[in-house]
């Protein structure tokens, strides 16, 4: 396709809003990386990006099923080889961002394949680690990759599915990690216990490598994917919607780790019921995750703020249910499904809303939610321990969700769910 025509179809796909010219209006990241669909394989590229996340996903989750099993190898207690997990939440927090601004000019399939070798690497030098303060910062650095692979997968299947239709390409991105949460922690976990947990490593360098591969060969070769100046990028960091929409994710999301982080006691102490169910509390959990992500990112693209609000709101009714009738398994399990799919249902649309808060720098973006993501679990499972500290029951850790959730809810209310977005969806 050729530079008018590609300019052409860009024109009509996003007229000017706000005033600004047509030549301002067409040279994001956010139009380019739209503007057309590549090549005859647009379905081979989405599975090489899910691929991508169920890798990633299952090198987090199936760290924490192996929490136990490295501390004893390596001389830690349990609180200090935790640091390995919060060291990867770290990496994504800050490491995540800062790489998408080191790479503000690279063209998303590079950088897609540069994250995927970093990947690998960190995972190597964790199944290597001789002790845990390698381990520490080696989970730092894996955990750097995620939320610049999630910001640049999303701009690239955004350019697959073509205009309009944002919410659905980060339901796809994210589509990975929902699969990694049914199948990939089980499978880490699983193959820690049977080989040791430098083996749930190689194994996700396996995974790796097959994401590596297909990468490298269903990634669309195109000029369109190339990305925009630093000044771009540190321009959306300048504006207090994009601040005020994370510190939403960060607030609203956090009720799912205030439930996820402790299914184990819901099943076995509140609901009294033997720790086999455990792993099937998980997985419906995941199924509830994987059938919100799916809907959610549908219907993120036709409406922005009824999926984030109606997400938000449904939860919370969710949690009132768990919090009083939790005891009864024949009610835990279904709410555990609503909760996953009511929170997942919200998070695309939260990724749309930043990318039109900001449309000069959609892989910064996405990195600044998953950043958030990362942020939320750890206020969940904080907010979740602290109501488990003072005495207030097992099923007390939804409270702190109710909190935290009704708090991102009320925040976006009153300052993000007014403000015009800086581009409309096309």
């Given at each position: ?292 992500n799916y809907f959610g990112g549908r219907a993120a693209d036709q409406d922005v703020s009824r999926p984030l609000i109606y997400g938000f709101s449904y939860v919370l009714v969710l949690l009132v ?106």
């Open positions: 396709m050729t530079t008018s025509e590609n300019s052409t179809r860009l024109q009509s796909a996003h007229p000017a809003v706000h005033g600004d010219s047509d030549e301002n209006q067409q040279n994001t990241p956010t139009q380019r990386a739209t503007a057309a669909r590549p090549g005859p394989r647009p379905v081979l590229t989405l599975l090489a990006l899910a691929l991508g996340t169920f890798a990633i996903g299952t090198g987090e989750f199936g760290s924490n099923g192996i929490l136990q099993l490295f501390a004893a190898d390596l001389g830690a207690s349990i609180p200090v080889a935790t640091y390995a997990i919060s060291a990867y939440a770290f990496g994504v927090m800050i490491g995540s961002p800062a790489i998408t601004l080191l790479a503000a000019r690279a063209n998303r399939r590079t950088l897609l394949l540069g994250l995927i070798a970093l990947f690998l690497v960190g995972n190597v030098l964790s199944g290597l680690a001789p002790n845990i303060a390698t381990l520490v910062v080696f989970r730092f650095i894996t955990g750097s990759v995620q939320g610049a692979f999630f910001g640049a997968g999303a701009v690239v299947a955004a350019y697959v599915y073509g205009p309009g239709k944002g919410g659905r390409a980060f339901a796809t991105v994210m589509g990975g990690l929902t699969v990694a949460t049914i199948l990939g922690s089980p499978l880490g976990t699983l193959v820690g216990q049977q080989a040791g947990w430098r083996a749930t490593y190689w194994t996700v360098v396996g995974l790796g490598l097959l994401a590596g591969a297909a990468l490298l060969m269903w990634l669309p070769r195109t000029d369109d994917l190339h990305g925009s100046s630093v000044a771009h990028e540190l321009a959306a960091l300048r504006r207090r919607e994009v601040w005020l929409m994370v510190a939403v994710a960060a607030l609203g999301i956090s009720s799912i780790f205030a439930v996820y982080t402790f299914i184990g006691p819901f099943v076995t102490d509140a609901a009294r019921e033997s720790t086999s169910l455990i792993p099937v509390a998980l997985a419906v959990f995941g199924l509830g995750m994987a059938f919100g249910a768990i919090a009083f009738t939790g005891r009864e398994i024949l009610i835990l399990m279904p709410a555990l499904f609503g909760v996953g799919a009511t929170m997942m249902f919200a998070i695309p649309a939260i990724q749309v809303r930043l990318t039109q808060l900001a449309p000069d720098a959609p892989t910064l973006m996405g990195a600044l939610n998953l950043a958030a993501l990362n942020l939320a679990n750890s206020l969940g499972a904080i907010g979740g321990a602290v109501a488990l500290g003072v005495g207030w029951g097992t099923l007390s850790t939804v409270w702190a969700g109710f909190v935290l959730t009704s708090a991102g809810l009320v925040l976006y209310l009153t300052t993000v769910g007014r403000t015009r977005p800086a581009v409309r969806p096309a």
